[in-house]
């Protein structure tokens, strides 16, 4: 090798090899620690998998009478109504939020406080939302409704302000620079380059919608959950396969719809 000439290292966030090995040590065993914490011992779950063999055998075939399939296509039908009226309302919402939210378009403390309410927004997981939603104006599908639209929110306007974030900021200016007011500006010179990912954002999160829509009626906020949870505690498992098989049809209709929308706009 010539004086002076360097030989190639794997890049790497560790200075010393020693360290590295610390380090690897210290999330293994954090892991093996959190493993025995919650319980993870192997002659327990030896012991739940056979018991969960003999469950399947209780939810097989799946059974439902007349008025059990009439109170699941209800269900279902105001879990996926509550799906649509939260993604339009939440979208409704997200767009200014989302403006505000962008650092090159919106004035530092505007910012600072919409970036704010979207972390708060996006902090929560659903469930505690619904319960939150339910104890506050009671049980029914607005519960559900306030709930998926709160998520949506900070979902949408994360993302779409991410998005205003990265536009060219070159045809915003020469827009601006023909004498354009500052809607014309927004209109012009923003709205054409997010149009494209804010009809995938809107589909996508109609699509996760959809799903939270079935299962937050667990805590009474509407929907086809408050049928699952009502099947699982009469022990009715063979309704409750039909409840799921239900469940995962919707799911893969609206994940068919996201797929093929979503491939249009990119």
Do not use: C, H
Not at 185 to 191: A, C, P, Q, R
Not at 248 to 258: P, R, Y
Request: glycine fraction near 10%; aromatic fraction near 10%.
């Amino acid at each position: 090798m010539a004086a002076g000439e360097r030989t190639w290292e794997r890049p790497t966030v560790f200075r010393r090899r020693e360290l590295k090995w610390a380090v690897y040590a210290g999330i293994l065993g954090f892991f093996v620690w959190s493993g025995f914490g919650v319980g993870a011992d192997p002659g327990r779950i030896a012991q739940g998998l056979g018991s969960a063999v003999s469950l399947v055998g209780d939810f097989l075939p799946p059974s439902a009478t007349p008025r059990q399939t009439e109170r699941i296509l209800e269900k279902m039908l105001e879990s996926v109504a509550m799906a649509m009226v939260s993604t339009l309302t939440g979208i409704v919402l997200s767009v200014p939020i989302a403006f505000m939210a962008a650092e090159n378009l919106s004035p530092k403390p505007l910012y600072a406080i919409n970036r704010g309410f979207i972390s708060v927004s996006r902090a929560f997981n659903a469930i505690i939302v619904a319960i939150i939603a339910v104890k506050a104006i009671g049980f029914g599908p607005l519960a559900g409704i306030l709930t998926i639209t709160f998520k949506t929110v900070g979902f949408f306007s994360k993302l779409l302000a991410e998005d205003l974030e990265d536009i060219d900021m070159g045809s915003v200016d020469a827009v601006r620079a023909s004498g354009a007011s500052p809607v014309q500006t927004l209109l012009y010179g923003v709205v054409p380059q997010i149009i494209p990912r804010f009809a995938g954002l809107s589909v996508y999160r109609w699509d996760i919608n959809i799903r939270t829509s079935t299962i937050i009626g667990i805590v009474g906020a509407g929907g086809i959950g408050s049928v699952l949870l009502t099947a699982f505690n009469r022990y009715d498992y063979q309704y409750v396969t039909a409840i799921l098989l239900s469940i995962i049809a919707v799911v893969l209709v609206a994940e068919g719809v996201s797929a093929v929308v979503r491939r249009r706009y990119n």
